[in-house]
């Protein structure tokens, strides 16, 4: 087991208690939440240092190394692929985690595409590589907008109520060039958002407008864990 966690950019999900990761060796593999031991691991998909996990904590989603995203079962000792999606997205090792909300859901790449998925088929509802987002997703607290980071400056919200891609704000941050895979995430109506530079974001997630800075650090900042409107953890 300890061979699966040597270094990949993932965030390993939990469910049926067992632990998701895909690791460095293009495996997808199932953990036992208590005793540490492999449930299941395999290398059908070639996924790519990507798990993402359901609402309903049924189905993991990942990204392989080409043009697709995979979705499994959690349940049962065996791996069980539910549904496979060529997104076209080419060459792919950017550790941006799938979200799904209300039944969809949502991924990004390293070259700039966002894209949503049917989450029980993975039929595509739309995709778009118009803003130039850099592996991050983030969905809002009602499920009504999907935020990514874009490669320079910007926060990107798009309507997550549509079957077609529609902004709903764009806001220039001013942080530069940017490739920190950390989740944009909602709290009580801000938006916390960390950067590659050491610096934290609260932004109003309804209009998009910078509420306040703080330079915590020179290195990548995590995915913080909001509290609040005014607190977090790292």
Known sequence: TRMHFSPAAVWPVAAEGKVFIADPQRALTAIDLENGKTVWRTFESQVRETVGLSEDGKQIYSKTMNDSIVCFATQGDVPKKLWASNVGFGYEHAPSMPQEKEGVMYGSTKEGLIFALDAQ??????????????????????????????????????DATTNDVQVHWISNANFGYEHNPAMPLEKDGTLWVSTKNGVLLGMDAATGKVLWRHKIGNSILNTPLPLSHKECIF
């Open 121 to 158: 088929t993975g039929e595509q509802i739309w995709r778009t590589n118009q803003y130039k987002v850099r592996e991050t997703v983030g969905i809002s607290e009602d499920g009504k907008m999907v935020y990514s980071k874009c490669m320079w400056d910007t926060i990107v919200a798009l």
